[in-house]
């Protein structure tokens, strides 16, 4: 039998992030269920092992040094390495969110939430990631951080949004980055696009479910050793930046 493999999706407790921890653990996989608040991460705990899936809470606030220093001993004591990091967690800031009138502060917590917090779990993850056999990161961005399709005339892009948007744009450059400094090892690092689902992130508005939207960051998790790395996928195929 092999091996059973270890993954940590952040931002688990509800929404697409739940959804994953679902997906994984439903292939077998043991799944830390990254999350900020310790009740939500209970009752998702909770409702995923009555599911049967072999999942286990993961205290973690992606702005907090010492929560996620703290994550990453816990994954150790429980596994000794890890194989897939989701990096799921992520927040709007909220709407109306126009550049001419945004405030700083809204892009200091999206910024902080949705890019800083992606690299510091990341770089606290990474030596235990580097004891896995085939480790895999995916960073949850969205088509709205594709420039391209932001300067295509006409293409569905959302509201205007001078922190969300941006900062799954710098998502995606990051990601790029890390591919780059990492390209002589076996980790791979990837960003996906969900695609528009109904999640309290935008008040149930998408027309995908948050299972549906699991999908990608599921297909990325299992890459092939010889899959692609730093790239930006949808169901359909690839983004372009
Ligand atoms: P959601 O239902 O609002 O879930 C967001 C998750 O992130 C929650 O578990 C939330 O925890 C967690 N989170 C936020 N800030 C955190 C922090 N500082 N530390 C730890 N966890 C934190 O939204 P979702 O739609 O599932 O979004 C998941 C990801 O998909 C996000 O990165 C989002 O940008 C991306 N995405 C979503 C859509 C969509 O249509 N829904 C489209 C494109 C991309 P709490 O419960 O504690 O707040």
Excluded: H
């Amino acid at each position: 039998m092999s091996e059973q493999q270890i993954a940590l999706v952040t931002g688990a407790n509800k929404g697409i992030g739940y959804e994953i921890a679902a997906g994984l653990g439903a292939l077998g996989w043991a799944v830390g269920v990254g999350a900020r608040d310790e009740g939500r991460r209970e009752t998702a705990v909770e409702k995923l092992r009555a599911a049967g899936v072999d999942a286990f809470g993961v205290a973690l606030d992606v702005t907090d040094d010492a929560s996620v220093e703290a994550a990453a001993r816990l994954v150790e004591e429980r596994a000794g390495r890890l194989d897939v990091l989701v990096n799921n967690a992520g927040v709007t800031g909220g709407m109306p969110q126009e550049p001419t009138r945004v405030d700083p502060e809204t892009m200091r917590t999206v910024v902080e939430t949705n890019v800083i917090g992606v690299i510091r779990v990341t770089n606290a993850m990474l030596p235990l990631l580097r004891r896995s056999a085939s480790p895999r990161i995916v960073n949850m961005s969205s088509g709205v951080g594709s420039l391209t399709r932001q300067s295509t005339p006409g293409a569905e892009t959302g509201p205007i949004s001078a922190a969300y948007s941006p900062s799954k744009t710098f998502l995606n450059a990051v990601t790029v980055q890390y591919a780059k400094e990492l390209g002589d090892t076996n980790i791979l690092i990837n960003a996906a696009c969900p695609g528009y689902c109904a999640t309290d992130l935008n008040g149930f508005r998408g027309f995908r479910t948050a299972e549906q939207g699991a999908a990608i960051a599921i297909r990325l998790a299992r890459l092939p050793d010889d899959g692609p790395t730093g790239a930006f996928f949808e169901d359909a195929g690839v983004v372009p930046w």
